[in-house]
Each structure stands twice: as C-alpha cells, then as structure tokens.
C-alpha cells in the first residue's frame, strides 16, 4: 500500500493538506490507519467557484474528448485495482470478495459505460403549430454539481456521482464521507492523471461537526445547480430541506427496507443463496440488502431446514472463523440494540446468537466484528422489522397468499429492492408489478447494480435515478428553442 499518513483535497487540480484533520478508524483494528484533511466552509466555496470557473469551457468540450478523459479514467482504476480496493478494506472492513471482487470492478464498468453514452447525447426536432415556425429542443448541462456520497460502497458511488456530472458536461464537487476519504481520494487521483482538466471535479473531506456547515454552504452557493444524494433516509430528509429552501433540485438514493419473497413454488437452493448473499454481501451493509425474508408457510419448515444446512456449510460463518466487520462501533451498538430487543419482545434465532455471546469469544484486537442473525417469531411493529439494520441482520416472516405477501412488503415507508423466488414466471411478474419498489429481481438476490439498470427508489427511498440513459438526464437540462423562417 502507497505510504499515505494524511489525506488531502482536492481542490481546482490541487491536493490540499488542512490544519485541521480528523482520524480515520479502520474496523478491523478499531484503530487509527491515517487521517484526513478537513474542509472548511470557506474551502466548499473556493471549490464551487474552481468548478464553476471551468464549467463554461468543460461544457463545450467535444463529446468524444469528454468520453476519452473517462475512459482512460476508467483504465487507470482498473490498473490499480487491488490497491483501492484495499482502501476500501481498510477503512469500511469489506472483506475481498465484496471489495476486489464486487465494488471496484461495477465501478469501473459503470465508468465505460456512461463514457460510451457521452456521443449520443441530442435533443430532438418536434413539429410545431405555427406555420413557418421551426423549434428545437436541445440537451444541455446544468452547472456546478454537488455530490454526497456515502462510505459503504465508495467507488460505486463516487463513479456514478462525478461520472454522470462530467459526461453530461457539468462540474461537480464530491464531498466524501468521512469513513471512507481515501477512497474518494483515490477516484479523484485517477481522473486527475487522465486528463481532466483543474477544478471539473473536486473532493472535500470534513469532520462529522462540520458536515452541516459545510454541505449547506455549497447548497445556498448560486453556481450550485443541482444535488445528488446518496445516504440515509434520515440525513437526506435535511439535504432534501435546505435543497427546497434554496430551490434546488435533488437526486436522492437513499435507505431501503427490503424482502425477499419466497413462493411456495420456489427452487429452494436458488431461494436460499439468493436470500443469504442478499442479507450477508459486504456485511449487509449494502442498502439493496435482504432484510426481510417471506415464506410462504407451506414451505417454511423445509426452507429453514435448509437455509441452517447452508449457514452450517459456509466456511465464512463457521464457528472458527472471524465474523464479518462493520464498520465503526456505533454502527454494532445500534444493530446490537436492535436484535437484543426483538429477542426481549419474543423473536427468536433461526441462525445466530446474542451478539454479546459472541462478543465473549472474540479475541483482543479483532477489531469491529459481529455474527450474521436470522430472527424468527418477529411481529411487524417491531423496530428489527421496520428500520433499516445495514448489517448481517434479517428477520423472517410467514405469509398464506400473495396478498399477504405483497401487503407485508409494501408495509414499510421505504422502496428501493426486493427479489421473488418462484418457478412461475407469471406469478413471479404478478408480485414485481404489485411491490412497491424501485427493483424486483426475479430468483435472484435483491442486491444487483449494473450499468444498463436505472438504480433508485421510492417512497423513504428517494427520487430519481442513476445509471442508463435515465441516470444521464438527471444531469441535463431541457431548452427548447423557436425561430420564424
């Protein structure tokens, strides 16, 4: 790993080391493993004003100058692959697979993919009422573009924050999460060494209590035209607040409370490693991740049955081996709290044991660390049922019909991904079509991200959309133009 003890912004092509900087954990030591440069207010300002100074001159750069810089963008993190993915690692806990394995490589597809969407970018030439009257309706930037991403999945989430801004032929500011900054740091190196030019995208780093400050500075900022968000629900009611003060429009990915729905008809091995890579990938700290698991209750018995053969057989759950990291201990706290009062409430251990059990084996210095939990006998007003765990936590549920299922479904205030497992393809798009939800995947997890897929939600899970054609237009604007021949 590159010897890096502080990391910087990134500021109009600059790397800026600042006096004050905050410590970056890494969960697997609970331990210091550098610390981060801390942006200002006043440092979010010099960085809009970077942004917008290039912004006239990135905006008319030829589309295929534009999708060139992202792809040798794109080159360069594949060339450097293993290292950002151990960033990743070391400062969320992502294990290999989820990181090396997952993360980077959809990064770097998404980058090519948006790249190639660059040239295709055009209006259109509607016929109008008025004789002798021509229009056109052109596609065109915005602006200075904020991004607020989050430290879960870095990579996935910076790329398609900076690369739909700059392929669009927008200026953009990402400010990073704190857990995570030289992730960012790493995607604003590569676009830097590919040629884009100073100020089109810049990288703020900022402790926790000058989070507000600084984000709400670049919000009221005028150049600033539009927000994305990625994060929770929580947090994006407030951007989504100050970016309605300031009449600016938003893009917001945020939490999700998501089943997966086994019919009675299901193949129960696909059901099975479908529902245990949803709940488990990257910790479950992947906000498509399987939280709830329905079944029908025919099937029930046989369904747990196997789905503790398979717990049993992973090598990664055996008793012998580390649990998976999460992220910081807050994060285990609150998830802790969670299961410990459903089991108060009368839920039980399909799979698993009190995280405190657990905590009592764990050796010294294994850092943040928590047990994959299954809860069964969960009732619906229970907190384990209705708030997001992000964590290797489900709860399982019963349904008699299709009705039952798709109401216990939908009974959440969130929607952004749920999976159905049936060998009826029918019934399988019958339930899709009635789930409220920005994805439903069929027989397979309710964790899946790819270029060509629009990714978002509805409901407590946002608005808007990124990826494909339709993630691209969020970062355009519609003129339309008239003339008399």
Request: with cysteine.
């Amino acid at each position: 790993m590159t010897t890096m003890t502080n990391i910087p912004l990134l500021i109009n092509g600059q790397e800026e080391h600042t006096p004050t900087t905050f410590s970056v954990i890494s969960p697997y030591t609970n331990k210091q493993c550098w610390t981060s440069s801390s942006a200002t207010p006043q440092d979010a300002i010099r960085a809009v004003k970077a942004a917008d100074a290039v912004f006239p001159a990135w905006s008319q750069t030829k589309p295929t100058v534009r999708r060139d810089v992202l792809l040798r963008a794109a080159d360069l993190l594949e060339q450097r692959l293993e290292q950002n993915a151990e960033y990743m690692r070391t400062e969320m806990g992502a294990d290999v697979g989820a990181s090396q394995g997952f993360v980077v490589p959809l990064a770097i597809r998404m980058l090519r993919d948006v790249a190639g969407r660059i040239t295709s970018i055009c209006g259109s030439v509607p016929v109008v009422e008025t004789e002798g009257q021509r229009a056109m309706v052109f596609k065109e930037a915005m602006g200075v573009i904020l991004g607020i991403v989050p430290w879960n999945a870095p990579y996935v989430f910076g790329i398609r924050s900076a690369a739909c801004a700059l392929a669009a032929g927008n200026t953009t500011i990402l400010k990073s999460s704190e857990l995570t900054p030289r992730c960012y740091w790493a995607i604003g190196r590569a676009f830097e060494d590919a040629g884009l030019p100073a100020g089109c995208l810049n990288i703020l780093h900022c402790q926790p209590s000058d989070a507000a400050d600084v984000v709400n500075a670049m919000i009221e900022h005028p150049a600033v035209r539009k927000i994305n968000f990625t994060g929770s629900t929580a947090v994006g009611r407030k951007i989504a607040r100050s970016c309605g003060q300031n009449l600016k429009p938003c893009l917001m990915e945020l939490g999700g409370k998501n089943s997966s729905i086994v019919c009675q008809d299901a193949d129960l091995e696909t059901a099975v490693q479908g529902v245990l890579a949803g709940a488990f990938l990257n910790s479950g700290q992947i906000c498509m991740a399987t939280d709830r698991i329905l079944v029908h209750t025919s099937i029930a018995n046989t369904f747990i049955a196997a789905l503790q053969k398979a717990l049993n057989s992973t090598t990664d759950l055996n008793p012998t081996t580390l649990p998976p990291t999460l992220v910081n201990t807050a994060s285990k706290t609150r998830v802790q709290t969670l299961v410990s009062d459903a089991i108060a409430a009368g839920a039980h251990f399909i799979s698993g044991s009190s995280p405190a059990d657990v905590d009592a084996t764990l050796p010294a210095g294994c850092g943040v660390r928590m047990a994959p939990v299954i809860l069964g006998g969960v009732k619906e007003e229970m907190p384990v049922w209705q708030e997001e765990a992000f964590a290797s936590v489900a709860a399982f549920m019963t349904f008699e019909s299709e009705e039952e299922a798709v109401r216990l479904a939908n009974g959440s205030g969130y929607g952004l991904s749920a999976s159905v497992f049936t060998e009826d393809l029918r019934r399988g798009l019958s339930l899709a079509r009635r789930i409220q939800s920005g994805a439903v995947h069929i027989n397979s997890m309710s964790i899946h991200d790819e270029p060509v897929l629009p990714h978002g939600g509805v409901k407590n899970s946002g608005w808007g959309r990124f990826n494909a054609e339709e993630g691209l237009n969020e970062f355009l604007t519609t003129k339309s133009v008239t003339w008399m021949d």
